[in-house]
Antibody
């Protein structure tokens, strides 16, 4: 089955760190650009980070730049998000999201089920 | 950064209605716009890409169109399974992807 499965979410205190993982299966992970998108409770979608298929190109949203680090291990078909200096407003569901290839190129064509991160004060 | 203004924020409709949701971009997107559907407690799913191309497996009652910097998602005949929240997303600005604020389609 083609899928992305996130893990690593949980409850932490403000200022602490957390590392999210995303495991891919059913497709050639190393061929795809991958993103992290988050959704605060009751709110809309916010793109936060991108990593190219090779790992050589990385982007961050202003809201997380300098605190979050995206990485990938193509041999393990896995994506990671190291989140440091967490703030209460980082509380959200974090989705691992694949960018399409071919006709759907650049659109977000496969989403994981999400992992919840709660940051308390 | 490209800003996306989506409207309305809430839409009340009945089964069988024709429904249209709109997103206006702050600059040209060269058709690099997608629409997603999200149901409560679930991840979003891709409906439309390149402004008007239907993702595989998506019912043909969904369609997308563009006029300048205004993009629309239309559901030709609303079905019970379509009550959900819809988001537009621009992917023209590489390095800063942005979503619209979302439109919740609810039962009238």
């Amino acid at each position: 089955e083609v899928q992305l499965v996130e893990s690593g979410g949980g409850l932490v205190q403000s200022g602490e760190s957390l590392r999210l993982s995303c495991a891919a299966s059913g497709f050639s992970f190393s061929n795809y650009n991958i993103n992290w998108v988050r959704q605060a409770p009751g709110k809309g979608l916010e793109w936060i980070s991108y990593i190219s298929y090779s790992g050589r190109t990385i982007y961050y949203a202003d809201s997380v730049r300098g605190r979050f680090t995206i990485s990938r291990d193509n041999a393990k078909k896995s994506l990671y998000l190291q989140m440091d200096i967490l703030r209460v407003d980082d509380t959200a569901i974090y989705y691992c999201v694949r960018e399409g290839l071919g006709p759907t190129v650049d659109a977000f064509d496969l989403w994981g089920q999400g992992t919840m991160v709660t940051v308390s004060s | 950064d490209i800003q996306m203004t989506q409207s309305p924020s809430t839409l009340s409709a009945s089964v069988g209605d024709r429904v249209t949701i709109t997103c206006r971009a702050s600059q040209s997107l060269s058709s690099s716009l997608a629409w997603y559907q999200q149901k409560p407690g679930r991840a979003p799913t891709l409906l439309i890409y390149k402004a008007s191309s239907l993702e595989s497996g998506v019912p043909s009652r969904f369609s997308g169109s563009e006029s300048g910097t205004e993009y629309s998602l239309t559901i030709s005949s609303l079905q019970p399974d379509d009550f959900a929240t819809y988001y537009c997303q621009q992917y023209n600005s590489y390095s800063q992807w942005t979503f619209g604020q979302g439109t919740k389609v609810e039962v009238k």
